[in-house]
């Protein structure tokens, strides 16, 4: 059955704007799991924009299901891996000035970096997940670094603006989700998706997990977080059926 990460990095997003408590993160991962989220999905970035450190701590010691932690592919964050001991860790890129994550890791360039990265989490039982673009090279290389899960980033098929651009950008989705379940990787999905273009993607066989956040927050604000996470749940499995 297809499972659905939830992204909880918007909910920071709002709080950090106003320096308050609130919304909290960790309230929102907790209603996310009741709702019937898989896993917890949050993003540690290296400018800390969002989620800080002591939320990542925190919900370490709660979440009930699993959390599955982005970050940049630094010595800085591989410490904070280690010590805090996620079920996951999705390696991401990042550039300083971005709105949000443009693209994917590119491990074909960064190869011995990531596949010490890859090496030291997997050995400390963390399962790691490269988020990379719809491209055959970069699968082959995320194989061949040793990581057992890819992500792959939907954002260009979430920023199509025509049927035929989104038909080219799905159509990659879907041969790399056939190329990288062949080569023996899990394959999961994630990154602008929202609810009129999430069932598409999920109908694609052999994608074992969506992470979502964005359109979650935005949805939560009119219908309420519990309903928001529901009906994006919904969705993914009805395209299954
Ligand atoms: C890697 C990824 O896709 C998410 O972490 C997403 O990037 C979160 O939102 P921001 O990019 O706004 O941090
Ligand atoms: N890895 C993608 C993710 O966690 C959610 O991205 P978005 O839905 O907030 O764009």
Redesign the pocket.
């Known amino acids: 059955m297809i499972q659905l990460?939830v992204?909880i990095?918007?909910i920071a997003t709002l709080r950090q704007a106003r320096g308050t408590r609130y919304p909290s993160p960790v309230q929102a991962a907790l209603a996310a799991e009741s709702a019937g989220a898989d896993a917890i999905?949050l993003?540690l970035r290296e400018d800390r924009r969002h989620i800080q450190d002591r939320d990542v701590d925190i919900l370490r010691e709660l979440l009930q299901t699993r959390m599955n932690l982005?970050m940049a592919v630094t010595d800085e964050m591989l410490k904070i891996a280690l010590r805090v001991n996620p079920q996951d860790v999705?390696l991401?890129p990042e550039r300083r000035q971005e709105l949000?994550?443009e693209g994917g890791l590119d491990v074909v360039n960064h190869f011995d970096k990531v596949r010490h990265a890859c090496s030291v989490l997997g050995d400390a039982g963390i399962r790691v997940s490269l988020?990379i673009n719809a491209d055959k090279a970069q699968m082959d290389a995320s194989k061949e670094a040793g990581a057992p899960v890819v992500?792959i980033?939907t954002?260009h098929y979430?920023d199509t603006t025509s049927a035929e651009a989104e038909q080219i950008e799905y159509d990659k989705i879907k041969d790399s989700v056939i190329y990288g379940t062949a080569l023996g990787l899990c394959v999961n999905a994630?990154?602008?998706?929202h609810y009129h273009n999430v069932q598409k993607i999920a109908a694609i066989a052999d994608v074992r997990e969506l992470?979502?956040?964005?359109?979650?927050v935005a949805h939560a604000l009119f219908v309420g977080w519990d309903s928001a996470v529901k009906e994006m749940k919904s969705l993914m499995l009805a395209a299954r059926t």
């Not at 992470?211 to 979650?216: K, Q, S």
Request: glycine share 20%; hydrophobic share 25%; proline share 0%.
């Open positions: 990460g992204n990095d918007h999905t993003h982005e999705c991401v949000t994550t988020f992500e980033h954002g979430a994630g990154h602008g998706l992470n979502i956040g964005h359109a979650i």
